[in-house]
C-alpha cells in the first residue's frame, strides 16, 4: 500500500482523523497530527461521531460510500467539503490543509466543490438557466454573456435544452436533479460532492441522472464523492467505502490501478 501511495502524483484528497499519514513522495510513513476524531456537542453532551477515519482518492476517482442511517456519512461529506470546520487531525484537500483552517480557508475550498444534495435545492424563483449560472456566480470572474453561454450548453448535455427557461416548480424531479447537476459541475469544479443524488427519483430517472454525473466528471476529469443508499447505482463506482458507526470499513485503495 506504501508503494503504491508512494508512486501516486494523482491524489487530491487526503483525509486522515486519526493515525497515519503517508505524504506521497516519502517513502515512511509518520504521524503529522495528534490521533483525534470528530465530536459535535460540547462537555456532557459531547458525542463523537467519526473515528480513525482514512481515506484518499485519487484525481477523476469516483468513489461512492454507503452506510446506515446516522454512521456519519455527511459529517464527513460536509468536512470534505469545508461545509463545517474539521476539529482535529489533517483534512487534505487538494494539498490543502483544513482542519483547523480559517473560515476564509474554507470559503476559498468550497468554491472548487460542486454540491449536489437529496433536494436538489434550486432557488424556485429563478429558471433553470439563472439557477446554473449561479454555480458559476460563485467563483465569479466571467463577464455575464460567457456565463449564460457556458450555462446554456451544460443545461443542453444534461438533456434540458428544451426547458433552460423553466422554473422548477415546473420540472419534474428528475429535471430538477438534472438541472442540479448542471448547476454543480458548470464550473468545472475539482470535486463534486453528492448526497444522495437519486434518493428523491424513481430508479430510471435515478439511473439517468449518476449516468449523467459520471459522463459529465470524466469528461471534465473531476472527482466524485457520492453518499448513497441506493444498490442500484453500485457500478458507477471506481472504488466502494462502506461508513458504520463513524468508522470507514472496506477501505480498498486503487490507486495507480483505475485509468
Ligand atoms: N449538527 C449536529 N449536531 C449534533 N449531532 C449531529 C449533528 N449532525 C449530525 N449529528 C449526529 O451525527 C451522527 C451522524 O450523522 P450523519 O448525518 O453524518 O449520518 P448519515 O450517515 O449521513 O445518516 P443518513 O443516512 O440518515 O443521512 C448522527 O448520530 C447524528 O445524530
Ligand atoms: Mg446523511
Redesign the pocket.
Known sequence: MRSQLANSSRLTLRICFKGLLWTGSDERPRYLHPPLDHH??QGRLR?Q?LFDIQLEIAAGEIVLMT?P???????LLTLVGGLRAAQQGSLKILGQELAGAKEQALVQARRQNGYIFQAHNLHRSLTALQNVKMGLEVTGTQPLQAMVEQATKILHQVGLADHIHYYPDDLSGGQKQRVAIARALVSHPAIVLADEPTAALDSQSGRDVVTLMQTLAKEQGCTILL?T?DNRILDIADRIVH?EDGCLKNNILTIGSKR
Open positions: 459535535f456537542g458525542k461521531v452506510g442511517s446516522g454512521s456519519g456519512k455527511t459529517t453518499v443508499h461508513m
